[in-house]
């Protein structure tokens, strides 16, 4: 099983950027797709991006394309996730989690991190 603890979050302004990080532990990280989701209060959890297991392929939601980038680090065990252009509205808790699939993006996940906290005023 897959450990997962994000940091990077913190109080940001419109228009600014930020970089998350998620580090994993466990030996299922470089055969399993990852994904970054945020939730924000009194809204439903919601993938905003997804990255395969060799980082060939991504997802983007549509409020976040052109505007966020994941990457990952198989040798680091570290997935990112840049976030540029930041809006009031991507004030959330951000969650990297690990696809419930071997080798798949399913866009189903199990494994969650503990969250980090993303605000950014207007």
């Known amino acids: 099983q897959v450990q997962l603890v994000e940091s990077g979050g913190k109080l940001a302004q419109a228009g600014d950027s930020l970089r998350l990080s998620c580090e994993a532990s466990?030996?299922?990280?470089?055969?399993?797709?990852m994904g970054w989701l945020r939730q924000a209060p009194g809204k439903e959890r919601e993938e905003v991006a997804a990255i395969g297991w060799a980082g060939g392929s991504t997802y983007y939601a549509d409020s976040v394309k052109g505007r966020f980038f994941i990457s990952r680090d198989n040798a680091k065990k570290t997935v990112y996730l840049q976030m540029n252009s930041l809006r009031p509205e991507d004030t959330a808790v951000y969650y990297c989690?690990?696809?419930?699939?071997?080798?798949?993006?399913?866009?189903?996940?199990?494994?969650w991190g503990q969250g980090t906290q993303v605000t950014v005023s207007s």
């Open positions: 466990g030996r299922s990280f470089s055969t399993s797709a």
């Open positions: 989690a690990v696809d419930r699939r071997y080798l798949l993006m399913s866009h189903e996940y199990a494994n």
